[in-house]
Structure formats: C-alpha cells, structure tokens
C-alpha cells in the first residue's frame, strides 16, 4: 500500500524544435539605382556617348541558428542606358566641300558642285569704308590722331544658274533662291560663310537686296543674279571657336591669330566672389561686386555688351574700375589674361573667342 502524499511522478515533458527540411528563405524585392553625374555642354558642337555599365550587388552571408546555414553567391545586375542623342543646329561651314570659291549662306550652298555658279564676290576681302576720327587742329597743320574705326561689311555675290535642259524650268530654280534670300521679320543675321584657298571664313549679315534681271539669259534659262548681304559686324572670323580656361591667380597667355581685336564671351562659375580679369597686355579690367553661389554662372558676352546670371542682368555689379564691358576684347596677337578674387573661385573662367579680321 501506497503511503499517504506520494504517488507515481509524471514523465518529464521535453520540448524540441521540429526539424524541417523544406524550409524557405524569401528574400524581398531590392533596387539598385546608378545615376550619372550632371553633364554641362558650353557649346553646341559636342557629341556625348556613355558606354554601357554594370553595377554589381553582392548579398551578406545568411546564417541560421539551428543546425542550418546557406550562402548566396555575388551576383551582377547589368544596365544599359538608351542611345543619347544631341540635338544642335547645323554649324556654319558644315555644308561646305572643300572646293574654293563656295559659298554657304545659312547653310544654303552655292558653288562647285551646285546649281549655281559663283561667278563674282565683291567686298569679301575688301577693307570696309573708315570712320576717320582724326580731328583738326586749329592753329597749326595737321590733326589730332583718333580712332579708325570700320563701317559695315557690304557683299556682293554675282550667280549664274547653271545649264538647264528646260529654260522654262528656271523659275522653279530661282524660287529657291528666293526662299533663301527673304527678308527676315527681325534684327537677326545669318552665317555667311566663304571658302578661298586659305583658312575659311565666317561673318554674320542679312540680305539687302536681290537682283535677276529678266533679260536674254533669263530667256535661256540661265540669267545673272546679285545677292547683296550687309554684315553689321564688319569683322571676318574664324568657323573653329577657341576656348581657354583661365585659372585663378594664374596668368594665361589667349592667341588671337587675326588682325584685329575681337570679343570673346567669358563664363565665370561658382561659387566665387568678386570675381575680375584682367588683360595686363591692353592694361584693360573687368571686376563685378557679385557673389556667385555653386552652380550659378555668369556670362559675359563683351560683344553684346550684356552681364547675364541665370537669364538676369547683372551689369549693376561692374565695379568703378572697370572698363566698359565692350571695351574688354582680345588684340590680335597674344594677349596674357589673369583671373583674381576675393574668395572661391576654384572652377577656371571659360574664356571662348574667334580670331577676327578686317
């Protein structure tokens, strides 16, 4: 017999975890992203390729505490960026062959190798009319010395369709002309553009006349035309434009390979403040009481006379000192730029210019 108070204890109860040989990992869904960096273009003859990437992702290792443990291998996504395409306008000079005597009118063609003949071109290579501002002396010979300065650029170029089987058909020719000769409905000028046997040159004009006589060629199919464009910038250049970039506190020696002072553009960039130039070959400044933030740009087009930030006027910021804008330019020769300021300026100045003739 049992005694009192005590009994046969229970079976100890002994919890396990249930193994399970089909266990399942979900991994979530995971980006990876890649982005270029901003790409800036300061003209529009550029061409931009990014070539195809890849961005490799490699997973940590993954442990389990029981008894069970798997690691994911490094693994490669691959992204392939789309074709980027740049839009820019044609150039001027992009028409021509090769051939002297051509000659591109706002990427229209006349010449060798066209429908018309250039049989004549006046005022190309001619020094335009003076402005002489000498000015008398009144007692004793002579005059004081003053400047010479060029009035506009007045061209003219003598065509002649070439031979047509169809004299009729000659109007359909010369209507193309007259597209290409029109009047525009504002102040612009268009890239005129003449192939010698030398360096090819570039002016900037607009059509004041157009003369096709309706004479004995005419009834032949094959009458003499005159085209007569005015360039208010008198000035030849060159079609390549040259950019230097001026390094603060660092004097930069800027070619002009013409014959005569021409105005370049300059684009100062933050962040940068007061900043100035300096053209110690013509003792001539430039300065600006201006703070630019990183980003911000300020461009200065010394032909246009203009100071602009982000689409504003700035030209309250030149300073006493300075010259005004239009007087800053580059002489023909070598001219020694020298870029100061107050604080920033770690990013060069741009500094982009034709060589000029008259």
């Known amino acids: 017999m049992a005694r009192l108070g005590r009994g046969v204890p229970n079976r100890p109860v002994v919890s396990r975890h249930p193994r399970n040989w089909d266990w399942h990992v979900s991994l979530a869904t995971f980006e990876t992203t890649s982005e270029w960096p901003a790409l800036t273009v300061e003209t529009p003859n550029a061409n931009v390729s990014l070539a195809t990437f890849e961005t490799t992702s490699e997973w940590p290792d993954l442990g389990f505490a029981y008894d069970y443990g798997f690691t994911l291998a490094t693994f490669e996504t691959t992204s392939e960026w789309p074709a980027i395409g740049a839009s820019v306008p044609i150039l001027p000079g992009d028409s021509l062959t090769g051939a002297a005597g051509q000659v591109e009118w706002n990427g229209t063609l006349w010449g060798p190798g066209t429908d018309f003949t250039v049989q004549e071109i006046l005022g190309w290579r001619s020094l335009p009319q003076l402005d002489n501002l000498n000015v008398e002396r009144p007692s004793r010979h002579g005059a004081w010395a003053g400047r010479r300065l060029a009035q506009q650029r007045i061209v003219t170029i003598k065509l002649q369709p070439n031979s047509i089987s169809d004299p009729t058909a000659i109007d359909d020719l010369l209507a193309q002309l007259d597209a290409v000769t029109g009047v525009l409905e504002d102040e ?8 010698g046997y030398g360096a090819t040159q570039l002016a900037f004009g607009a059509v ?23 360039c208010s910038d008198p000035r030849r250049y060159s079609l390549t ?37 300096e053209n110690t070959t013509l003792n001539r400044l430039i300065e600006f009481s201006i703070t630019l933030a990183s980003g911000e740009q300020m461009t200065i087009d010394t032909d246009a006379g203009t100071v602009m930030v982000g689409g504003n006027s700035q030209m309250q910021t030149l300073t006493g000192s300075s010259v005004p804008v239009t007087e800053f330019v580059l002489g023909r020769g070598i001219n020694e730029l020298h870029y100061t300021a107050d604080s920033g300026g770690d990013r060069p100045v741009v500094c982009l210019y034709r060589d000029a003739w008259l």
């Not at 006589?213 to 005419?218: A, Q, S």
């Not at 230097?244 to 800027?254: G, H, K, P, R, T």
């Open 188 to 195: 612009r000028e268009w890239p005129l553009v003449i192939a």
């Open 208 to 230: 004041v006349d157009r003369d096709v006589p309706m004479n004995d060629g005419y009834s032949v199919g094959a009458p003499p035309v005159s085209v007569m464009i005015v």
């Open 241 to 277: 434009r040259t950019g230097v970039d001026l390094v603060l506190n660092q004097s930069v020696e800027v070619t002009n390979a013409g014959n005569v002072a021409t105005h370049p553009i300059l684009r100062i960039n933050g962040p940068v403040t007061s900043p100035s130039i």
